[in-house]
């Protein structure tokens, strides 16, 4: 009977992991579609809740990591738990990075408080939205183990990567046409780049879903084809 009892202590141990990392993965999407709003609106009111959100984030991710340093002291997982655990630290890292990034936009916001063109506008939100669902992606792949929509994110991210070249072309160019343009284009560039580099952690999450179950590491291979 003891038996039992501990395995199914460790049972919610494992379950309570991944629903920190779920709620984790929850407020750093909300962040993003935030950190989104207030740049295509310019709204620096949401980018200041924006910016405040993230002591929520960094809490979890201290709190995640205690727990799963307690699980890894008490109980000695071994194989596919071990991996489990080991990568989850590694993933609410990536988590409270994205995070991170969405704050940047937030202080960008503030600074240049003032919408972008419609243009712009449309494709940083379509840049925010593939982010915010490869994110969403990795985080249920490696809650089901599923390694096929795990390696569906990885597609995505070229998409992203496309659209900041080409805004960031588009920025410079305007930047050397209309000298009073040069401070908001700085700001709407870093923004691309931030929405890029949020895709990139999204990359990164499914990768790391993909060595939790087979035991692959895919890290810098070309279109992740294994």
Not at 50 to 79: F, S
Request: aromatic letters at 4%; hydrophobic letters at 45%.
């Amino acid at each position: 009977m003891a038996r039992v009892h501990t395995d199914r202590e460790y049972e919610a141990e494992l379950r309570e992991l991944k629903d920190k990392l779920l709620k984790m993965a929850g407020l750093v999407e909300h962040m993003i579609v935030s950190a989104t709003r207030a740049l295509v609106e310019g709204d620096t009111e949401v980018a200041r809740q924006t910016i405040a959100a993230d002591a929520g984030v960094n809490a979890l991710e201290v709190e995640t990591d205690e727990l799963c340093m307690l699980i890894l002291a008490k109980r000695q997982p071994v194989a596919g738990d071990l991996r489990m655990i080991t990568l989850a630290m590694k993933m609410v890292t990536d988590l409270e990075r994205i995070g991170d990034l969405a704050v940047n936009i937030g202080e960008r916001v503030v600074a240049l408080g003032a919408a972008p063109s419609p243009s712009v506008a449309e494709r940083l939100t379509r840049m925010s939205d593939v982010g915010q669902k490869m994110i969403r992606d990795a985080i249920d792949a490696f809650v089901a183990s599923d390694v096929t929509k795990a390696r569906s994110v990885f597609s995505r991210d070229q998409f992203v990567d496309d659209a900041y070249r080409e805004l960031a072309t588009e920025m410079q160019q305007e930047m050397m046409r209309d000298r009073d343009f040069v401070n908001r284009g700085i700001h709407l560039q870093a923004c691309s780049k931030f929405l890029e580099r949020i895709a990139d952690h999204g990359t990164n999450l499914a990768e790391m879903v993909i060595f939790q179950v087979e035991g692959k590491d895919v890290r810098h291979k070309a279109g992740h084809v294994k």
